[in-house]
């Protein structure tokens, strides 16, 4: 993969700078992020809010291999995403939980 050709997407500390950054939920669900991390391209899609007890939101999504990738993991499912935004006083979602479930079991990480 060419490093040059990969100028549209932001890099993983860009993108999770971005997720980290309150804004209106619709700004986070159901976006969809390129990621190249130097070798390696991935896509991470969120899909629409869903209004969650506690009052934030949650879009389930997915995180998928797209180029430089070994072919065995370009083959692969998509890794299943879940955000969890809580809703500031500003209106602004704000992420708390992000989960992902991957063959090797499941991830979390919370704030």
Do not use: H, K, M, Y
């Not at 997407?9 to 390129?34: E, H, I, K, N, Q």
């Not at 991470?44 to 934030?56: I, V």
């Not at 602004?92 to 990480?109: H, N």
């Amino acid at each position: 993969i060419d490093p040059a050709s990969q100028g549209d997407a932001g890099d993983p500390v860009s993108v999770a700078a971005a997720l980290l950054t309150p804004a209106p939920a619709a700004a986070r669900c159901g976006a969809t992020w390129d990621v190249f991390d130097g070798r390696r391209r991935s896509r991470l899609a969120l899909g629409p809010a869903e209004r969650t007890e506690a009052g934030g939101w949650r879009c389930r999504g997915s995180w998928s291999r797209i180029a430089g990738w070994r072919e065995s993991d370009l083959e692969a499912d998509p890794v299943t995403v879940a955000a969890e935004f809580s809703e500031g006083g500003d209106g602004l979602a704000r992420l708390v939980r992000i989960e992902v479930r991957t063959r090797w079991g499941v991830g979390v990480a919370a704030r």
